[in-house]
């Protein structure tokens, strides 16, 4: 009784994460352009600048910061569709390799956290070169973006799997 419990869960299981899987890979083939381009970010941070009243020196240190974060992040956005991709395949095999897919589960948490972590980091360090009244505004943009579901990143707030439990997920044997 309880194998069939686990077989059923696995099976439910692979087929809500194929189903997000292929629709996150319709979206993207389907779509012209992507949600966040550069030219986007770019009218994002000029509205910002606008709505800051940013000087001209904090402009120019959060410009740089900007362009080395969006590079970190734009590269764990990639890491993490590797991973996703790898998870699927597991998935998709005859014999489920719990092994595997838990290696893949890992993974994917571990990436997660770790944009996580570069995003307050950069948030944090946004916050050092503003005064109190533009923080206060800073920060109330921020919260506006974080719960609009349509200004969202693709990859990263994408998941196949829900990894931001305290523990990660793993696949009974």
């Not at 000087?55 to 240190?61: L, R, T």
């Not at 900007?66 to 956005?77: K, N, Y």
């Not at 005859?94 to 571990?110: E, Y």
């Not at 609009?148 to 990263?156: F, I, L, V, Y």
Request: with cysteine; charged share 25%.
């Amino acid at each position: 009784m309880k194998r069939n419990v686990v077989y059923t869960a696995a099976i439910i299981l692979t087929v809500v994460n194929l189903a997000a899987f292929g629709t996150l890979l319709y979206n993207r083939w389907s779509s012209t352009e992507p949600i966040h381009t550069p030219d986007r970010r770019d009218q994002r941070f000029e509205q910002m600048k606008r709505e800051l009243a940013l000087s001209e020196k904090q402009a120019e240190q959060l410009d740089v910061y900007r362009t080395t974060f969006h590079a970190e992040l734009d590269s764990l956005s990639t890491q993490l569709v590797a991973a996703r991709t790898q998870l699927a395949h597991a998935l998709l095999e005859d014999k489920l390799d719990t092994a595997r897919v838990n290696s893949n589960l890992d993974t994917i948490s571990r990436l997660q956290f770790s944009a996580q972590r570069k995003v307050i980091s950069h948030l944090l360090s946004v916050k050092r070169i503003l005064n109190p009244d533009q923080q206060k505004q800073f920060f109330a943009i921020v919260l506006e973006r974080f719960s609009s579901a349509s200004d969202q990143p693709p990859c990263p707030d994408v998941r196949l799997i829900d990894t931001c439990s305290a523990a990660p997920p793993t696949v009974p044997d």
